[in-house]
């Protein structure tokens, strides 16, 4: 038990270290890592973990590291997954703390987060394109996919809003699907 709460440890410390842009930016990190490589979730296990995470309290990321960590090695093993993915954050934003004075100003940096910039925009449309792949499955998709980027986008509605909304909307056409089953 103890060797599987440090495998979660070292797998999310690693996750965490190499990823910059937040939970979005770890999607295709965590897919390759937890469902192809560890074998530890399946890919529809991971999007239905980003889409609880995305209406609950706190971090994607770290919420998903935590339902990760639970469905592996319980209570523990979400403490243990939690703690790998943050530490890295945490010992990187306390080196920088203590130069930060110095840190904004030197070019070199400046031109370093500018790349990291653009390397996270790619990661955040891969992600955005496998997600869509795995979970736009049909037209009620497409149309839910459609109308749920233009009430963000556009109307600048909340993305809790839209989201409960869509939950909703799943319900409904579930049951409505699952009526016509029946008779």
């Given at each position: 038990m103890l060797k599987d709460l440090f495998d979660l440890f070292f797998t999310f410390f690693k996750i965490g270290a190499v990823t910059?842009?937040?939970?979005?930016?770890?999607?295709p990190i965590l897919d390759r890592e937890l469902a192809f490589k560890r074998k530890w979730i399946s890919s529809e296990d991971l999007v239905d973990y980003y889409a609880i995470a995305q209406v609950t309290p706190g971090i994607i990321a770290v919420n998903v590291a935590t339902f990760v960590g639970v469905k592996k090695r319980g209570v523990a093993g979400?403490?243990?997954?939690?703690?790998?993915?943050?530490?890295?954050s945490i010992i990187i934003i306390s080196?920088?703390?203590?130069?930060?004075?110095?840190?904004?100003?030197?070019?070199w940096v400046q031109k370093a987060l500018k790349g990291i910039n653009v390397a996270v925009a790619a990661l955040l449309t891969y992600a955005v394109y496998n997600f869509a792949k795995k979970t736009v499955k049909n037209w009620w998709g497409i149309l839910l996919y459609i109308l749920s980027f233009c009430a963000v986008y556009f109307l600048k509605i909340s993305s809790?809003?839209?989201?409960?909304?869509?939950?909703?909307?799943?319900?409904?056409?579930?049951?409505?699907?699952?009526?016509?089953?029946?008779?």
């Amino acid at each position: 038990m103890l060797k599987d709460l440090f495998d979660l440890f070292f797998t999310f410390f690693k996750i965490g270290a190499v990823t910059f842009g937040g939970g979005y930016a770890m999607l295709p990190i965590l897919d390759r890592e937890l469902a192809f490589k560890r074998k530890w979730i399946s890919s529809e296990d991971l999007v239905d973990y980003y889409a609880i995470a995305q209406v609950t309290p706190g971090i994607i990321a770290v919420n998903v590291a935590t339902f990760v960590g639970v469905k592996k090695r319980g209570v523990a093993g979400g403490i243990f997954a939690t703690l790998g993915l943050v530490c890295p954050s945490i010992i990187i934003i306390s080196i920088i703390a203590l130069f930060i004075s110095n840190f904004e100003s030197i070019p070199w940096v400046q031109k370093a987060l500018k790349g990291i910039n653009v390397a996270v925009a790619a990661l955040l449309t891969y992600a955005v394109y496998n997600f869509a792949k795995k979970t736009v499955k049909n037209w009620w998709g497409i149309l839910l996919y459609i109308l749920s980027f233009c009430a963000v986008y556009f109307l600048k509605i909340s993305s809790v809003i839209v989201v409960l909304l869509a939950a909703l909307v799943g319900i409904v056409i579930y049951a409505a699907t699952q009526g016509r089953k029946i008779k």
